[in-house]
């Protein structure tokens, strides 16, 4: 499930949104320079979505779950685990314009100062998927 809550930077004050987690369809990348969202369609990811799916033996999620039985039962291709798709869902996703990579575990970063000091503010804050 993703969330989406606006930040207040501890540092320079800015107010910003954070989106953080993906969903059903899409995981939300980070860049571990600057902090830029990277947002990932497992459409786009075609085989290396397809192999993950094949290799978890369990639905991805409540709302995929059919599709999900069905590669699982049906895609020929070779399974990975869990580190190997990330690994190359991290490569698909590429270079950020300021030439750090998106990642699964790049901080929240303020897009003022670039800090990863900030607080949620708790009375802006939505659950998506």
Known sequence: MGCIS?????????RYEVRMGGGFIVHDLHCDKCGELRCVSFHELGEIHLKFIKGIKIPYCIATGASDKYIQENYPGEPIDEDEYHRLVEEFAGKCKCGGNYTFKAPIRCPNCKSINFEHDPTKFTLYD
């Open 6 to 14: 606006e930040a207040i930077c501890k540092d320079c004050g800015t």
